[in-house]
């Protein structure tokens, strides 16, 4: 009993003295590696979680700091917990921020995010949503763990002896008592390789570089070799227009209170466009998307992306005349997919040429010279064009020119700042100007027999009902980073040579559908069939499977998202 009680003693002495000597650094490491993912916990109502989380990092943080107390020299320590907190420290600062605007830990979304954007698109990120303020307030932050850390406020604070050896022995049996019970009630999560933010960098890192790795090695790798089972395809002309950042939520056209889409809505009145009304994005990143949405790859696929045919492979094998018109990059820090399929078109034109460094911002209505040339020299027989737009991605004002500025913060009826409903009112306008844009596209094709179809990669949320963000992420999703507009519209003298394909379109617009199966869609429409295009998938078609399921981050979107506010 003497025994224990002299251990007892020697312990909580010891560890007194470590608090003394390094109480904020173990504070630092504790807020740096706990905050975030506790911030992440409690949000989702995973309270008990939480507290034994944060118990269990404290109790890391300082057997973390014991150990470096071992160290014989002072300088020594320092530089181990210089090592240690400022890469952490960064880290914290980034999640913090993914935290903040999107209540999302980082995860291979949002690296792989980072990986594929150039430096005009983190210019634009940069002020879109870090800005001035957001310097100022890191600096203010990294200032303030500075200070602490140098000047240690608490050395002022005097406690008797035993008051401190009573808040050491708490935190001790709190610690020791909340860790043992992480690792036998959830143990799961508590050996997660992703548990603390530096291993969820280092593991989401892994697989964003690796998929970034097998994007550069493409060109050789994508599957080129399409074998056709029937080829009927007649149609002259088939347009694929790509948007961007695209929520339907915010057309007039899908009934917006704001009439920021007159063209569509006037196509519409004309009985000229068919609207679906219930798709979804599979993905809510551009390079997830494209790899599902011009491929076979879907959310049952057991492959990566690349070892399926491609569109752009299987138009070329039908006889079409494919181009790829863009007002994207061509390239992001390592390449993108859509520079792939650029590759594989016989005509890829870009509205600039340039690497991940350089910067020339531009309007969607810079692609109409290039569509006039392409239209100028297309195929006497078929062809297949893509137009990928840069619609409605961030910065919005960006998007459109300014006699496209028909809305203000006046017209946003939203219960949020003045700041953030300008940010609406930027972005309703570069929907106005996609509705110009769109409809322009199709006035170009109107006296030819074509069949446009339009369809954005994902959705944005901009501060709407109830959610304090802007933008779009992979981890954490709303609806409205999901939820896209589909069109389709046919010319006259295509309804007139096809009406069974108009009335097959007109009939689907209500059918639920999620865009990882356009693929089936277009061949459909196009009567081009390879072994493994299924009919189920294609949404014109009257085999059509309106029962599969939308999963989005291993979420239903039907029963988790859609309703989810």
Same mark, same amino acid.
């Given at each position: 009993?003497?025994?224990?009680?002299?251990?007892?003693?020697?312990?909580?002495?010891?560890?007194?003295?470590?608090?003394?000597?390094?109480?904020?650094?173990?504070?630092?490491?504790?807020?740096?590696?706990?905050?975030?993912?506790?911030?992440?916990?409690?949000?989702?109502?995973?309270?008990?979680?939480?507290?034994?989380?944060?118990?269990?990092?404290?109790?890391?943080?300082?057997? $973390?700091?014991?150990?470096?107390?071992?160290?014989?020299?002072?300088?020594?320590?320092?530089?181990?917990?210089?090592?240690?907190?400022?890469?952490?420290?960064?880290?914290?600062?980034?999640?913090?921020?993914?935290?903040?605007?999107?209540?999302?830990?980082?995860?291979?979304?949002?690296? !792989? *995010?980072?990986?594929?954007?150039?430096?005009?698109?983190?210019?634009?990120?940069?002020?879109?949503?870090?800005?001035?303020?957001?310097?100022?307030?890191?600096?203010?932050?990294?200032?303030?763990?500075?200070?602490?850390?140098?000047?240690?406020?608490?050395?002022?604070?005097?406690?008797?002896?035993?008051?401190?050896?009573?808040?050491?022995?708490?935190?001790?049996?709190?610690?020791?008592?909340?860790?043992?019970?992480?690792?036998?009630?959830?143990?799961?999560?508590?050996?997660?390789?992703?548990?603390?933010?530096?291993?969820?960098?280092?593991?989401?890192?892994?697989?964003?570089?690796?998929?970034?790795?097998?994007?550069?090695?493409?060109?050789?790798?994508? &599957?080129?070799?399409?074998?056709?089972?029937?080829?009927?395809?007649?149609?002259?002309?088939?347009?694929?227009?790509?948007?961007?950042?695209?929520?339907? &939520?915010?057309?007039?056209?899908?009934?917006?209170?704001?009439?920021?889409?007159?063209?569509?809505?006037?196509?519409?009145?004309?009985?000229?466009?068919?609207?679906?009304?219930?798709?979804?994005?599979?993905?809510?990143?551009?390079?997830?998307?494209?790899?599902?949405?011009?491929?076979?790859?879907?959310?049952?696929?057991?492959?990566?992306?690349?070892?399926?045919?491609?569109? $752009?492979?299987?138009?070329?094998?039908?006889?079409?005349?494919?181009?790829?018109?863009?007002?994207?990059?061509?390239?992001?820090?390592?390449?993108?997919?859509?520079?792939?399929?650029?590759?594989?078109?016989?005509? *890829?034109?870009?509205?600039?040429?340039?690497?991940?460094?350089?910067?020339?911002?531009?309007?969607?209505?810079?692609?109409?010279?290039?569509?006039?040339?392409?239209?100028? &020299?297309?195929?006497?027989?078929?062809?297949?064009?893509?137009?990928?737009?840069?619609?409605?991605?961030?910065?919005?004002? &960006?998007?459109?020119?300014?006699?496209?500025?028909?809305?203000?913060?006046?017209?946003? !009826?939203?219960?949020?700042?003045?700041?953030?409903?300008?940010?609406?009112?930027?972005?309703?306008?570069?929907?106005?100007?996609?509705?110009?844009?769109? *409809?322009?596209?199709?006035?170009?094709?109107?006296?030819?027999?074509?069949?446009?179809?339009?369809?954005?990669?994902?959705?944005?949320?901009?501060?709407?009902?109830?959610?304090?963000? *802007?933008?779009?992420?992979?981890?954490?999703?709303?609806?409205?980073?999901?939820?896209?507009?589909?069109?389709?519209?046919?010319?006259?003298?295509?309804?007139?040579?096809?009406?069974?394909?108009?009335?097959?379109?007109?009939?689907?617009?209500?059918?639920?559908?999620?865009?990882?199966?356009?693929?089936?869609?277009?061949?459909?429409?196009?009567?081009?069939?390879?072994?493994?295009?299924?009919?189920?998938?294609?949404?014109?078609?009257?085999?059509?499977?309106?029962?599969?399921?939308?999963?989005?981050?291993?979420?239903?979107?039907?029963?988790?998202?859609? !309703?989810?506010?």
């Amino acid at each position: 009993m003497l025994l224990n009680k002299g251990f007892i003693g020697k312990l909580t002495g010891y560890l007194q003295r470590i608090f003394d000597e390094h109480f904020m650094f173990i504070m630092i490491l504790f807020i740096i590696n706990s905050l975030t993912t506790a911030w992440s916990l409690f949000d989702e109502d995973k309270i008990d979680v939480a507290i034994g989380y944060i118990f269990s990092v404290w109790l890391g943080s300082l057997i $973390i700091t014991c150990l470096i107390d071992l160290l014989p020299k002072r300088f020594l320590q320092k530089i181990v917990k210089t090592v240690l907190v400022i890469p952490i420290g960064l880290i914290f600062i980034g999640e913090f921020f993914t935290m903040y605007c999107y209540k999302a830990l980082i995860g291979t979304g949002i690296i !792989n *995010s980072a990986l594929e954007t150039n430096m005009r698109e983190a210019t634009e990120f940069f002020s879109m949503y870090i800005g001035f303020s957001g310097v100022a307030s890191v600096i203010v932050l990294i200032a303030l763990i500075v200070g602490l850390y140098k000047y240690n406020p608490l050395k002022k604070i005097t406690l008797k002896q035993k008051t401190k050896s009573g808040i050491v022995c708490t935190l001790m049996v709190l610690s020791v008592f909340y860790t043992i019970r992480m690792f036998t009630v959830y143990t799961d999560f508590i050996w997660d390789d992703e548990v603390l933010p530096v291993q969820r960098v280092y593991a989401s890192t892994s697989v964003a570089v690796r998929n970034m790795q097998a994007y550069r090695e493409l060109s050789s790798q994508v &599957n080129s070799k399409v074998e056709l089972t029937e080829n009927k395809s007649e149609i002259k002309n088939i347009v694929f227009i790509l948007g961007e950042s695209t929520n339907r &939520n915010h057309m007039h056209l899908y009934g917006y209170y704001l009439p920021n889409t007159p063209n569509l809505d006037a196509l519409n009145e004309k009985g000229e466009i068919s609207v679906f009304r219930d798709v979804v994005s599979p993905h809510s990143t551009t390079i997830a998307v494209l790899s599902k949405l011009f491929t076979f790859c879907n959310r049952e696929s057991d492959q990566e992306w690349y070892h399926y045919n491609n569109l $752009i492979d299987v138009m070329n094998a039908a006889g079409y005349k494919t181009y790829w018109l863009s007002n994207q990059e061509t390239s992001g820090v390592w390449g993108n997919v859509a520079q792939i399929y650029a590759a594989h078109s016989d005509v *890829s034109a870009f509205t600039r040429i340039r690497d991940s460094r350089e910067d020339y911002g531009i309007v969607d209505g810079e692609l109409f010279p290039l569509i006039d040339d392409a239209i100028a &020299n297309r195929s006497e027989d078929k062809n297949f064009y893509v137009v990928h737009l840069m619609g409605g991605h961030g910065l919005y004002y &960006n998007r459109f020119p300014y006699s496209f500025s028909k809305f203000s913060k006046d017209d946003i !009826n939203l219960p949020i700042t003045d700041g953030k409903k300008e940010i609406v009112a930027q972005y309703d306008n570069a929907l106005y100007y996609n509705d110009y844009i769109v *409809s322009s596209i199709i006035d170009k094709f109107r006296d030819s027999e074509t069949l446009v179809i339009y369809v954005p990669d994902h959705g944005e949320a901009v501060y709407d009902e109830g959610e304090d963000m *802007s933008g779009h992420i992979e981890e954490n999703p709303t609806h409205h980073m999901i939820e896209i507009p589909v069109i389709m519209w046919a010319s006259e003298k295509f309804r007139a040579k096809y009406p069974e394909k108009w009335e097959q379109i007109k009939k689907a617009a209500d059918r639920p559908y999620m865009t990882d199966d356009m693929i089936h869609t277009v061949m459909d429409l196009a009567d081009i069939k390879t072994a493994e295009f299924d009919p189920t998938r294609s949404i014109v078609n009257d085999k059509f499977n309106a029962q599969r399921p939308r999963i989005f981050d291993g979420m239903d979107y039907d029963t988790e998202i859609k !309703n989810k506010r």
